[in-house]
């Protein structure tokens, strides 16, 4: 049992290239979640999905997208990478119900130059 | 709209220390509360849940009670040890319309334990 895996681990970009973050869950968990988290700036949402197919935005969804085309799988795209996505990003999975914990991927490191 | 505040950290400790991180959140309905715990370079992980009022939780010697009449969720252990080094994230689900349970987060808060 994986857990939640995130690829890549580390990915440098320069300004205005794409990139896909993959995060893929073998827990058969109809939610799933894309944070980025910043110094001094906790946890941010960026988008979330409640099941296959079905997507919706977070809090700061702007210059991303994202994609749900298999329950285990969770897509975050950049188009078209900024100084300012530079961060750590987050992957997390649950079952659908408020007394269930998120489990979370080991996060991937992006740096845009 | 749903909130968790927690104590600005870091905390710093010595070794065997009494913790305590605060935190109160505002939510309607009758949320479920989480501790997460992010040791360096790791994703979070939970620490300790409870999902009704006068719950308590408890992992790894560490405890919360969640008081609904103060809205507060506070984290405790009675003695710390420097493997206790990391960031803690108090956190509430509910249902928050349309069968969707998005969670929120407070900032979080470091704690340093020295030996």
């Known amino acids: 049992n994986a857990g939640v895996t995130q690829t890549p681990k580390f990915r440098v970009l320069k300004t205005g290239q794409s990139m896909t973050l993959l995060c893929a869950q073998d827990?058969?968990?109809?939610?799933m979640y894309w944070y980025r988290q910043d110094p001094g700036m906790g946890l941010r949402l960026i988008h979330y999905s409640v099941g296959e197919g079905t997507t919706a935005k977070g809090e700061v969804p702007d210059g991303y997208n994202v994609s749900r085309l298999k329950k285990q799988n969770f897509l975050l795209g950049l188009e078209s990478a900024a100084p300012s996505q530079t961060s750590v990003y987050f992957c997390?999975?649950?079952?659908?119900?408020?007394?269930?914990?998120?489990?979370f991927g080991p996060g991937t490191r992006l740096t845009v130059t | 709209g749903d909130s968790v505040t927690q104590m600005e950290g870091p905390v710093t400790l010595s070794e065997e220390a009494f913790l305590t991180i605060n935190c109160t959140y505002t939510a309607t309905g009758y949320p479920s509360l989480f501790w997460y715990v992010q040791y360096p370079g790791e994703g979070l992980q939970l620490l300790l849940k409870?999902?009704?009022?006068?719950d308590k939780g408890s992992n790894k010697g560490f405890e919360a009670t969640y008081r609904k009449e103060t809205t507060s969720f506070h984290l405790e252990k009675g003695s710390v040890q420097v493997s206790d080094s990391a960031v803690y994230f108090c956190?509430?689900?509910?249902?928050?319309?349309?069968?969707?349970?998005?969670?929120?987060f407070g900032r979080g808060t470091s704690l340093i334990v020295h030996p």
């Open positions: 827990m058969n968990h109809e939610y």
């Open positions: 956190a509430l689900s509910r249902n928050s319309g349309g069968g969707s349970y998005i969670p929120t």
């Open positions: 409870a999902t009704k009022a006068d």
């Open positions: 997390a999975s649950s079952l659908a119900g408020s007394s269930y914990e998120q489990y």
